[in-house]
């Protein structure tokens, strides 16, 4: 893998804690994840009038996305107590901290204990030419396109890349994620959006709120399901017309070729 791409692009890192173990899917989740959200948008930008912009995925010569996956010397406890500045440490540790580029940090650190979700923490900023968002993995593993149709909910079931404890009934729903397979999975899409968001500098707005108009920077961001299956639900997710406005100057946009639409869309 090299380790320079054109700058003006979005890589991702994964980090492990000292004690967690790798997520095999880790990947090709990020890489779907991040092709979705660049139809995201791209459609929002349109929709407010502009060209169809949006960021570009930073690829290796064989097209894939790049992802570098490294350990932290912190247990997982350590590392979630400022996971921010754990991730910066940990890259640049490892020579690969950059602020050319725009970096999406994914750690293995957070904990599900007693039907709870602990620590499952995100942010973003811009930074240097760039900026650093960093999420919990969690947010990630919830981001399944093939969730984000079915209206059922988890009470009960195990998911083992999640955690080995069934789910109770409000789990994976905490902060108003909503109740449904569907709901959380675009609560990840979303939360993982407007955490790269960030990177592009948009400027400070109040907290939206939630509902059919629901802003990407505000609360909104948890209701991305609808962008994706709006015959599903009444939520929404939307960029405000002056967000668009900053990113439609930003080195990071530009009208792209990207891959078809996929499952995540009817």
């Known amino acids: ?94 020579r690969l901290r950059n602020l050319d580029y725009i970096t999406i940090y994914f750690y293995e650190a957070y904990l599900i204990t007693n039907g709870a979700v602990v620590d499952a923490g995100s942010s973003g900023k811009h930074k240097g030419k760039g900026g650093e968002a960093f999420l919990s993995s969690l947010h990630l593993k919830l981001a399944r396109r093939e969730w984000l149709g079915n209206s059922n909910g988890y009470g009960g079931e195990v998911f083992d890349w999640i955690s080995s404890e069934a789910m109770r009934d409000d789990t994976l729903s905490w902060n108003d994620r909503g109740p449904t397979l569907g709901d959380v999975s675009g609560a990840g899409f979303g939360v993982i959006a407007h955490e790269l968001a960030h990177c592009f500098d948009p400027p400070p707005q109040e907290n939206g709120k939630r509902g059919p108009a629901g802003l990407l920077m505000g609360n909104g961001c948890r209701g991305m399901r609808g962008y994706f299956q709006p015959n599903l639900t009444n939520d929404r997710c939307k960029l405000r017309k002056e967000d668009a406005a900053v990113f439609d100057k930003s080195n990071f946009f530009a009208v792209r070729t990207l891959k078809p639409r996929s499952v995540s869309f009817p």
């Open 1 to 94: 893998m090299p380790d320079q791409t054109e700058p003006w692009t979005v890589r991702v890192i994964y980090i492990l804690s000292a004690d967690a173990e790798p997520w095999p899917e880790a990947k090709q989740r990020a890489t779907e994840c991040l092709e979705d959200l660049q139809w995201f948008f791209a459609d929002q930008m349109k929709e407010l009038h502009y060209e169809p912009k949006t960021f570009e995925i930073a690829r290796d010569d064989d097209g894939s996305i790049v992802f570098y996956q490294i350990r932290s010397d912190l247990t997982s406890s350590e590392f979630r107590n400022t996971y921010w500045n754990n991730c910066k440490n940990t890259a640049t540790n490892h």
